[in-house]
C-alpha cells in the first residue's frame, strides 16, 4: 500500500528517487570490504581452534615462521595485556578484555572456530600454507553448548567465576535481569483463563552476504590506517585502539561499502589482529573469513528456553504476565537478556507482570545483536501464548490484541511511560486490511502476531558544505546500510528547497567527520538525520546571510524561498540569488559556506509492528509454505518509501527464515556440522510470496520529520506470526523453532 | 540542586550489583553529579554506567548528563538497551 496523502505536503519526504549508490552496485563496481588492495599488501591468515573448549599449552610458530613468503606471524601474547573496561561502542556493552581475547585466545579456547594465531604472507595460498604449519598443543576441556546443560551443576564453567551472576556459586549464568510489577501469582490465581507454555529455538546467524574483511596499515611512526566494511568506523577505531592500547587519533578508519550486517559487525574481529600483522610485517595486511569462519568465529542471535505463564479475566483482559527466559550469551558476557525482558510484554496493558532473563555463558561463539537483538525470541513465545489464549477464550486473537493494546502514556515493562506509540493504529489498519479478512485455501491457516522494538538516537556528526556551482555535498559518520545516503539526501533537499539530485551524500572517513555511533539501533535516519536537518538548515541561513550582505540589506530581510535566497522588502525586494550565485561568489563574501551538526539525538521513539501470514501445509512431507503476508508498521513518517518498504519486507523475510528453516547443528563434539548456506537454510526468493507492507505514519513529535527506526520491528512478530499460522492450518502448537518439515510431520502424524 | 532530594529508582540488574536497594533520595545538581553520588554508594558504579546505563528523567530518556535537576522530581537508573 502507499504512504498516506499527508506525505505529498512535502516536496521530496516520502518519495522514492533512485538510490544514489545504485549503479555501482548493480554493475560491481562498488568497493566492499573483500575487493580493497593496498600497494604491496600481504594476505593474512587464521588458524583457529578445533576443539570448542580446551587450554592452551604451548604453540610453536618456528615452522611458519622459516617458510619463505611469510613475514609476520602473531598470536594471543603479541597484544597487550588489558584492564577490565565495559565500553558501549557498538551495540551493547562489551568488555575490552574479551574483545580482545575474542580476537586471539590468549590462554583458552572457548568455541570451534576460536582464532588463536594469524599469519601474513606475500600469497593468500602461502599464509595458509604457514597457518598449518603452527603447532598448538591443547589441553581439550569438557565443553557444553546447551543452555540447561550449561546451568547443570557439574557443568563445565566457561569462566570462572561468572561475572554479573548470583555471586555466590560460580556459574555460566553472565547476565540476570528482572522487570515488572504488581502480584503476578495471585493474579494468576484469580484469572478466569490461564495459558502456560515452554517455548525454544537455537542461535541464528545474520546471515550478511558479505564475510569480514580489512586491510590494516600500521607504519613506524605509529599512525595506521584501516579500510574495512563494519556498521560504524569510529566503532571500529575505538575498539581497535583500545585492544592494541594505542591512540585513537592515530588510526584513520575508511568505511567501505557493507553487504549487510544485521547487528552482526558491530564489533572487531580482524583488524586488531590485521594491525599486529602489519606492524611487524612493515606492510598492509589484509584479512578475510571465509563463509565457514564467519559461522563457526562471528557472533549469532542467541537460542533460548522461555517459559510464559498469561492469564486473563473472562472478557479477556489480561491480567497477569510471568515470562522467565534463558539466552545463549556463548564464549562471552552477551546483551539480548536486557532488550528481551524489555520487549516481552510492554505492547500489553497488564497490571502484574515478571519478566526475568539470564544470559549463559558455554562453547559457542559470542552471541551479537542481531536486528532488534533479544526481542524475536521472547516474542515468539508471548505472541504464541496470546493465540491460544484467543483460543482458551473463545475471542477473535486480533480482537484480544486490541483490547490490551498499550497506549501513549501507559506504563512499559520498565516503568517509564510509552510516546507517540502508533500500536493501536496498526492493529486498526490490519483489521481493515483485506488479507484479514480473505478466505483460505485447503490446508492453509492464517497467523498474526504484534511487536516493537525501542529504537535509539545518539551521537551522529554532518558536515554540510556548498560547491561553487551550487551543490550541495552531505558528509556523514554512518556507514550506509539501509541507504541512509538517499535518505539523507531527501531531507537536506528538503531544507534546501532544491531538488534531490543537487544534493550529493557521502561516508566520511574517521578523520574526515567527527564521531558518529554505529548504525544500528536503527537510528540513522532518526538521529544522523536531525543533524543532517540542522546542517541544512544553518547553510541556509548561511546562504541568506551572504546574500544580504552582497544586496547591503538587512539579514531579516532575506529569505530562503524555493531553493533562493529572496530579499522580501525594501529596495532590493524581489532579488534573488541561487545557492550556485552565492556559493560562486564566496571567495569574496566571507569563504566556503559549510556548516557541521553534532549531536546526540533524544526523543527517539519504538516501533511497532503487526503481521499478517498465511501458510500451507503439506499434510503428507510437514513442508510449509508461506503463501500470503502482510507486515503493518508504524514507521512514524517514511523519508524515501521504497527503503522502509524495504526495511519491513527484509526483516520479515529474515524472521521467516528464523522460524521455518535456520539452526545451527553441532555434533557430539561441539564442531559445527552446518557452516554453509548449503546447510544452513537461509530464504532464498522463491521460498517467499511477495510481501505487502503497510506504513501506518504516526510522526515522531521531536523530530523535524516525524522519523521513527524502521529497521528492527519487522523481524520481531515473524516468528509467532508464522507459528500461529501453522496452528491454524494443523491444529498443532509449535513451540520449538525452527518448524521444519520434520519437526511439523512429526507434529502431524503424531510422532513428537 | 534539586528542591528536595530526587527520588532515584534503581532498576535491575543495578540495584542488587551495586547499591542493595531499589529506592535512593539523593541531592545533586545534574546528571553527572548523580552518577558521582550513586557511585558513593555503590563503588564501581560510575565506571560501567556510560556503557551500560540509560537515565529517565521524569519519565524521559535524558542522555544529557548535563541537564540541571532543579525541577525534577525522578530520575530512573534503568539498563542500555542496545540495537542491531
Aim: include cysteine; proline fraction near 6%.
Amino acid at each position: 500500500m502507499n504512504a498516506p496523502e499527508k506525505i505529498e505536503t512535502f516536496r521530496h519526504i516520502g518519495t522514492r528517487p533512485v538510490r544514489p549508490d545504485g549503479v555501482d552496485k548493480v554493475t560491481g563496481k562498488a568497493l566492499y570490504g573483500t575487493d580493497f588492495k593496498a600497494p604491496g599488501m600481504l594476505w593474512g591468515a587464521i588458524l583457529r581452534s578445533p576443539h570448542p573448549h580446551a587450554r592452551i599449552l604451548s604453540i610453536d610458530t618456528r615452522a611458519a615462521e622459516k617458510l619463505a613468503g611469510v613475514k609476520a606471524v602473531a598470536t594471543g601474547k603479541d597484544l597487550p595485556t588489558l584492564e577490565s573496561l565495559v565500553m558501549h561502542v557498538g551495540e551493547g556493552a562489551s568488555d575490552i578484555v574479551d574483545i580482545s581475547h575474542n580476537c586471539l585466545a590468549f590462554d583458552k579456547v572457548l568455541y570451534e572456530g576460536h582464532p588463536v594465531a594469524a599469519v601474513a604472507a606475500i600469497t593468500p595460498e602461502l599464509a595458509r600454507e604457514a597457518a598449518a604449519l603452527i603447532s598448538v598443543e591443547y589441553e581439550v576441556l569438557p565443553h557444553v553448548l546447551g543452555l540447561e546443560e550449561a546451568l547443570a551443576d557439574d557443568a563445565p564453567l566457561i569462566r570462572e567465576p561468572a561475572k554479573g551472576g548470583t555471586g555466590e556459586t560460580p556459574s555460566n549464568v553472565a547476565m540476570d535481569v528482572t522487570m515488572g510489577r504488581g502480584e503476578v501469582e495471585a493474579a494468576l490465581s484469580g484469572a478466569a483463563v490461564v495459558v502456560e507454555g515452554r517455548y525454544t529455538m537455537e542461535p541464528v546467524h545474520q546471515g550478511y552476504i558479505e564475510p569480514h574483511a580489512c586491510v590494516a596499515s600500521w607504519n613506524g611512526d605509529g599512525q595506521a590506517q584501516i579500510w574495512c566494511s563494519s556498521q560504524g568506523h569510529f566503532m571500529v577505531r575505538s575498539l581497535t585502539a583500545s585492544v592494541l592500547a594505542i591512540p585513537q587519533s592515530d588510526i584513520r578508519v575508511t568505511p567501505l561499502e557493507i553487504g549487510g550486517g544485521f547487528g552482526g559487525k558491530t564489533t572487531v574481529y580482524l583488524e586488531p589482529v590485521a594491525m599486529i600483522l602489519s606492524r611487524k610485517s612493515g606492510r598492509p595486511v589484509r584479512l578475510g573469513m571465509s563463509r565457514e569462519d564467519v559461522f563457526r568465529a562471528t557472533g549469532p542471535a542467541p537460542g533460548a528456553i522461555i517459559d510464559v505463564r498469561l492469564g486473563a479475566d473472562a472478557d479477556g483482559t489480561l491480567v497477569a504476565a510471568e515470562v522467565t527466559f534463558k539466552y545463549h550469551s556463548g564464549a562471552f558476557a552477551a546483551n539480548d537478556a536486557g532488550a528481551g525482558v524489555s520487549s516481552a510484554i510492554g505492547h500489553y496493558r497488564i497490571a502484574n507482570t515478571r519478566v526475568s532473563g539470564i544470559e549463559v555463558l558455554c562453547n559457542r561463539p559470542a552471541a551479537k545483536a542481531y536486528r532488534a537483538p533479544g526481542a524475536p525470541q521472547v516474542n515468539f513465545a508471548v505472541e504464541s501464548a496470546m493465540d491460544e489464549l484467543a483460543i482458551r477464550l473463545g475471542m477473535d486473537p486480533l480482537e484480544l490484541r486490541m483490547k490490551n493494546a498499550a497506549r501513549p502514556g501507559d506504563l512499559q515493562t520498565s516503568g517509564l511511560p510509552w510516546g507517540e506509540i502508533g500500536w493501536m493504529q496498526c492493529l486498526e489498519a490490519a483489521k481493515a486490511h483485506p488479507h484479514w479478512s480473505a478466505p483460505l485455501g485447503p490446508n492453509q491457516g492464517r497467523g498474526i502476531a504484534g511487536g516493537y522494538w525501542g529504537n535509539y538516537g545518539g551521537p551522529s556528526t554532518v558536515n554540510l558544505s556548498v560547491a561553487e556551482d551550487g551543490t550541495f555535498t552531505v558528509a556523514t559518520g554512518s556507514p550506509d546500510i539501509g541507504g541512509s545516503r538517499a535518505s539523507m539526501a531527501i531531507m537536506a533537499a528538503e531544507v534546501l528547497e532544491v531538488p534531490y539530485e543537487q544534493v550529493r551524500c557521502v561516508v566520511a572517513d574517521t578523520s574526515s567527520i567527527g564521531l558518529s555511533f554505529v548504525t544500528g539501533g536503527s537510528r540513522t535516519t532518526f538521529a544522523t538525520g536531525m543533524a543532517t536537518v540542522e546542517a541544512a538548515r544553518e547553510v541556509k541561513r548561511l546562504l541568506c546571510e551572504r546574500a544580504a550582505r552582497t544586496w547591503q540589506v538587512p539579514a531579516q530581510h532575506v529569505e530562503w524561498r524555493d531553493g533562493h535566497a529572496v530579499c522580501t522588502s525594501g529596495e532590493r525586494q524581489g532579488s534573488k540569488m541561487s545557492a550556485a550565485q552565492v556559493a560562486g561568489s564566496s571567495l569574496h563574501s566571507g569563504g566556503p559556506v559549510t556548516a557541521t551538526s553534532a549531536l546526540s539525538a533524544q526523543g527517539w521513539l519504538p516501533g511497532f509492528g503487526f503481521h499478517i501470514c498465511d501458510v500451507e501445509v503439506d499434510q503428507e512431507t510437514g513442508h510449509v509454505s508461506i503463501v500470503r503476508y502482510t507486515a503493518v508498521q508504524d514507521v512514524g513518517r517514511a523519508i524515501h518509501a521504497d527503503y522502509v518498504e524495504g526495511q519491513i519486507q527484509g526483516g520479515v523475510a529474515q524472521g521467516i527464515g528464523w522460524a521455518l528453516n535456520e539452526t545451527y547443528i553441532y555434533n557430539k563434539d561441539g564442531k559445527l556440522e552446518n557452516p554453509g548456506f548449503l546447510d544452513y537454510r537461509m530464504p532464498v526468493a522463491s521460498d517467499m510470496p511477495m510481501i505487502d507492507t503497510v506504513m501506518v505514519e504516526v510522526p515522531n513529535p521531536v523530530h523535524p520529520y516525524g522519523v521513527k527506526g524502521v529497521g528492527e520491528v519487522p523481524i520481531v512478530p515473524p516468528l509467532a506470526a508464522v507459528a500461529n499460522a501453522v496452528r491454524a492450518a494443523t491444529g498443532k502448537r509449535m513451540r520449538s523453532l525452527p518448524m521444519s518439515p520434520d519437526k511439523v510431520h512429526a507434529a502431524l502424524h503424531g510422532e513428537g | 540542586m534539586s528542591a528536595s532530594p530526587l527520588r532515584i529508582v534503581i532498576m535491575p540488574p543495578f540495584d542488587k550489583e551495586f547499591f542493595g536497594a531499589e529506592r535512593l533520595s539523593l541531592d545533586a545538581g545534574n546528571l553527572f553529579e548523580l552518577i558521582e553520588k550513586l557511585d558513593a554508594q555503590g563503588p564501581g558504579f560510575a565506571k560501567i554506567a556510560r556503557a551500560r546505563v540509560h537515565l529517565a528523567v521524569d519519565g524521559v530518556l535524558e542522555t544529557d548528563w548535563t541537564r540541571p535537576l532543579a525541577d525534577v522530581r525522578e530520575v530512573i537508573v534503568l539498563p542500555r538497551v542496545g540495537g542491531g
